[in-house]
């Protein structure tokens, strides 16, 4: 019993800090979800979280939940604290194609091999549209390909799977993946001669005002943004750990870029805005793709559906090493959703649905 003993001093400590769990009980609004996101952490089922919600281009709530950093304590601000966002990353990648589109850099029917020659041929040709529609047939992960931690460029990464034979005739199935979208900004980066995480900070991030949205190369230990960087973490049955190290710069644009749960918000209202893009070609991508006549609720970058309470959205759903977000741009709402949660997928996407369902049905 001696050796026990001494822990509990420890473990009284331990659980001193943590907040005590709010009852829902006649709560309504903003002020249901925001004890829904603070029970998260009082549950112990996220390290933390930063919520920013928009309403008719006003921010109606911003709040950091929990620790950005348990280990050093350090609490999590909405404006400040930089996630990984995970798939949120294809939005941006979205709007990068776009702007290409109206550049006339590249064409979304035209041949992928018309922009990267040198992938190898396949039995069937696929486009610029299928791949940010997910519906090209290119595979997904194998095994720990989701954590790979070998600091390719966009580029050399195509050796993972280029030799691999699709999945799908193209335009014939729907596979959501990553590795769509490295292919997809391999094309960009070759079309527009610029490497593609400076085409998007030049045409996206620059004039959208997201000046804490930074890809992994930008964020090395010289970065004065480091110290705002959230720690990441995985859950075990006991607690949470550090995540293992990854290296996402390779796939940058399907779950590469990190960003404040602020410059995603601010992105999600430039949409409503029709802010950077022509209207036509907001339309072309934030229109679900058909396939054999039925629709895959994805656009080009975005999940474009209804959510359970028949709400229309656009936005995007991410989970990835240390990370998992949630961004919904609801367009008859007026109302941006912008959670980014550091640790892997916590298993919390049904009390997020509770608080999002709350905060969109509020009139407020």
């Excluded at 019993?1 to 309504?28: E, N, Q, T």
């Amino acid at each position: 019993m001696a050796p026990l003993g001494r822990f509990v001093p420890f473990i009284k400590r331990l659980f001193s800090f943590a907040p005590k769990v709010r009852s829902l009980d006649g709560l309504h609004g903003l002020e249901k979800a925001d004890a829904l996101f603070h029970n998260l952490v009082a549950e112990n089922k996220v390290p933390g979280l930063a919520v920013t919600i928009m309403a008719k281009g006003q921010v109606l709530w911003q709040k950091g939940y929990g620790q950005a950093d348990l280990e050093r304590k350090e609490p999590v601000d909405p404006r400040q604290t930089i996630f990984r966002i995970a798939s949120i990353s294809k939005c941006i990648t979205g709007l990068a194609l776009g702007k290409m589109m109206e550049e006339g850099l590249v064409e979304l029917d035209t041949s992928f091999h018309r922009y990267v020659p040198y992938y190898p041929k396949n039995e069937h040709d696929f486009t610029l549209r299928q791949l940010a529609s997910h519906t090209a047939g290119i595979r997904g992960y194998r095994g720990k390909e989701f954590a790979l931690n070998q600091g390719f460029s966009i580029k050399d990464s195509i050796g993972i799977f280029q030799h691999d034979p699709l999945v799908f005739e193209p335009g014939k199935g729907y596979l959501y993946n990553s590795f769509d979208f490295v292919l997809l900004s391999l094309a960009m980066q070759e079309a527009s001669g610029v490497p593609f995480q400076k085409y998007v900070r030049e045409k996206v991030l620059i004039p959208l005002g997201m000046q804490s949205t930074f890809s992994p190369q930008e964020m090395d230990v010289g970065s004065s943004v480091i110290g705002s960087t959230a720690q990441f973490y995985t859950k075990s049955s006991l607690c949470f750990k550090k995540s293992m190290e990854v290296d996402n710069a390779y796939k940058l644009a399907g779950g590469g870029f990190l960003s404040t749960s602020n410059d995603i918000a601010q992105m999600g209202q430039a949409i409503l805005e029709g802010k950077l893009l022509k209207k036509g070609t907001y339309e072309q991508i934030l229109t679900t793709q058909m396939v054999n006549g039925k629709p895959t609720y994805y656009g080009l970058g975005f999940q474009v559906s209804r959510d359970a309470n028949g709400r229309e959205f656009v936005g995007h759903v991410g989970n990835s090493v240390g990370a998992y977000t949630n961004f919904f741009v609801y367009p008859k709402e007026e109302k941006v959703i912008s959670i980014l949660i550091n640790c892997t997928d916590p298993k919390v996407q049904e009390q997020l649905d509770m608080a999002i369902s709350s905060i969109v049905g509020d009139r407020t």
